[in-house]
């Protein structure tokens, strides 16, 4: 696992917030017909460097900080009582696609400086102690 470095969490906050900004604008007279489709356009969302959405959060997936809603705490549970080793992992992909979820909701309703912020802020705690334990894993393995 490749920890990013603080500038390169920002850069990419950055893009997913400009992308989510310049597309509000344009469907604020879409009715989408469920959460399920909103977050699928959301995360195919092409952004000017040339990735979508969903592949900027899959490097930023260290340092997004999780909240645990009804979704995703029943994705949680379901995971934790399954014997089943296949179905622990989708449950796992599918509760780490519902926490991306809630953090891209958090990135497009943000509507203020303090805000956003406080989010960078999370991020780079998330970051720094995602990097401490990467590196005190590989010390172990040394």
Request: hydrophobic share 35%.
């Amino acid at each position: 696992m490749y920890t990013i470095t603080e500038a390169e969490m920002i850069q990419n906050l950055c893009i997913i917030k400009r992308t989510l900004d310049e597309v509000k604008q344009k469907i604020e007279n879409i009715t989408f017909m469920n959460n399920e489709v909103f977050f699928t356009f959301l995360n195919e969302l092409n952004c000017p460097n040339g990735e979508t959405i969903s592949q900027i959060l899959n490097k930023l997936e260290h340092c997004i900080p999780f909240a645990l809603t009804d979704e995703s705490f029943a994705l949680f549970m379901s995971s934790c009582n399954s014997e089943n080793i296949e179905k622990m992992e989708n449950f796992r992909k599918d509760f780490i696609q519902s926490c991306k979820n809630d953090f891209l909701l958090l990135l497009y309703t943000i509507s203020d400086k303090e805000q956003w912020d406080n989010i960078v802020q999370n991020c780079e705690t998330l970051r720094k102690k995602n990097r401490i334990i990467l590196r005190e894993k590989r010390m172990e393995q040394l």
